[in-house]
């Protein structure tokens, strides 16, 4: 078919961006809301009752790592009711992705200080504390009641 003028020999000249390319777009929307940390509980087998220079207690991460729910890192330690601590301190990391239960228990022993000998017979707490932020400020996560009853002073300074 003939037509009178210039644009009928038009020829096109092949596809243009718009044509050729086809926007991906992924949305990676993340609720503030959903996302926490995992829970930690302190276990103490037997009595709440220290009655020598050690005493063993285990931390069970309540639920497993998951994308809704992060790490929490705590430092552990038994303080007497003034905030003196009276043991030796642990830094724990509570990272366990494992389903099974018994893969996200940690036993730990504290050892008691020279210092311990003076809040005997009284109550002491065994503190999970957690940091602020990222400041050297710690905040208490969860704590445990223990009566302090030693017959012998201890002769080491631990």
Request: hydrophobic share 35%; aromatic share 10%; charged share 25%.
């Amino acid at each position: 078919m003939r037509v009178k003028g210039a644009g009928s020999r038009f020829v096109h000249g092949g596809a243009t961006l718009q044509e050729t390319i086809v926007p991906v777009l992924r949305v990676g929307k993340q609720r503030e809301a959903d996302i926490g940390k995992v829970e930690v509980q302190i276990i103490v087998p037997g009595r709440s009752l220290i009655s020598s220079g050690q005493t063993a207690v285990t931390f069970y991460q309540a639920q497993p790592v998951s994308e809704k729910l992060h790490q929490r890192e705590l430092s552990a330690g038994i303080y007497a009711m003034d905030g003196t601590l009276i043991s030796d301190q642990h830094d724990l990391v509570f990272d366990f992705a494992s389903d099974n239960p018994r893969e996200r228990e940690q036993p730990f022993k504290f050892l008691l200080s020279r210092e311990a000998d003076n809040f005997n017979n009284q109550d002491v707490f065994l503190k999970l504390r957690e940091r602020v932020g990222k400041t050297r400020h710690f905040e208490d996560y969860a704590s445990h009641r223990f009566q302090l009853r030693r017959g012998i002073t201890t002769d080491f300074d631990f």
